[in-house]
């Protein structure tokens, strides 16, 4: 697509459950990045691709946070048991790897854990 | 990656030159300087980026001073719609190095 899409974009779910977010780069993109940012605060990064592979995971807050990518393509990231500290919304960029260029951001997804 | 630092704030009159600073004096020789900015309720938007020359596009042209520690973002004719934080970041040329945002700064756009 012309750019990076991301869905849903508002995702409202109870405490305790588990949740996908999903992210689909710029064809040709072989880099993807997860960030959030909660309100009123800065990016925080999450996990970086490279390919199909993470070879940046040190930013997933805890072990309820997972991500992959499959087909060098589309990733999801899977928040299980949410908890209410993980409101925020979840930001997936693209960029090519070879390069100096900028990254590309989608529109986010809002999750909102009640 | 080198630390950043900008104003929390600043204030420009629509129609006039917006001038960002950004302070990164611990720079090294292979990181490029790179603007973002992000409007309310978006995801961040690509400005423009250089290593040690003057560079310019259709949004924006980007200053970098002689010895590579600071750096300025002019937006030559600032309308309503450029009210954004506007981050200021160093980082390894290669896109594929994580990039890492500081606080930025609120540019507010004024009638």
């Known amino acids: 697509g012309a750019g990076v899409s991301q869905s849903p974009s508002n995702k409202v779910t109870e405490k305790g459950k588990d949740v996908e977010l999903r992210c689909d780069p710029i064809s040709g993109h072989t880099a993807l990045y997860w960030y959030r940012q909660s309100l009123g605060q800065g990016l925080e990064f999450l996990i970086y691709f490279q390919g199909n592979s993470a070879p940046d995971k040190s930013g997933l807050p805890s072990d309820r946070f997972s991500a992959e990518r499959t087909g060098g393509s589309v990733s999801t990231l899977t928040i299980q048991r949410t908890q209410q500290e993980d409101s925020a919304v979840y930001l997936c960029?693209?960029?090519?790897?070879?390069?100096?260029?900028?990254?590309?951001f989608g529109s986010g997804t809002r999750l909102t854990v009640v | 990656d080198a630390k950043t630092t900008q104003p929390t704030s600043m204030d420009c009159a629509e129609g006039r030159a917006a001038n960002l600073p950004c302070n990164h004096s611990?720079?090294?020789?292979?990181?490029?300087v790179y603007w973002y900015r992000q409007i309310h309720s978006q995801g961040p938007q690509y400005i423009i980026h250089?290593?040690?020359n003057n560079e310019t596009n259709e949004m924006a042209s980007l200053i970098i001073t002689e010895d590579r520690k600071s750096s300025t973002l002019i937006l030559p004719h600032a309308t309503l719609r450029d009210t954004a934080v506007y981050y200021c970041i160093v980082r390894v040329g290669q896109a594929g190095n994580m990039l890492t945002f500081g606080g930025g700064t609120r540019l507010m756009v004024k009638p």
């Open positions: 960029a693209s960029s090519l790897l070879q390069g100096y260029g900028g990254y590309t």
């Open positions: 250089g290593l040690k």
């Open positions: 611990t720079i090294s020789g292979n990181e490029y």
